[in-house]
Nanobody, 117 residues
């Protein structure tokens, strides 16, 4: 599975961005889709995930500000980011995790999000 992410950019604190990610093949059913981010000097961390059934999970730091969604017909996942903060700055990675054996993680190329205070 190849993942193509887009939508990053620079925005002032309090602004909004929407990240998009499209998979090269079907990811319905056996895949959980998600977004992770990596800030300079820090480890990659989970931002949000959504299962094939629509169950979502968010990092505490983004709850109430970010919303993840997916469209299984389009093999796509989005991350709507509102009320952005400087600490949201980082490279955002799209992820597709195959949840049946064999479990495999696929990663997109990353898209930069920069929030200026």
């Amino acid at each position: 599975v190849q993942l193509q992410a887009s939508g990053g950019g620079s925005v002032q604190a309090g602004g909004s961005l929407t990240l998009s990610c499209e998979a090269s093949q079907t990811v319905r059913g056996a895949y959980t889709l998600g977004w992770y981010r990596q800030a300079p000097g820090k480890e990659r961390e989970l931002v949000a995930t959504v299962t094939s059934g629509g169950t979502t999970r968010y990092a505490d730091s983004v709850k109430g500000r970010f919303a993840i969604s997916r469209d299984n017909n389009k093999n796509a996942v989005w991350l709507q980011m509102d009320r952005l903060k400087a600490e949201d700055t980082g490279v955002y990675y799209c992820n597709a995790r195959r949840t049946v054996t064999p479990v495999i993680n696929y990663w997109g190329q990353g898209t930069q999000v920069t929030v200026s205070s």
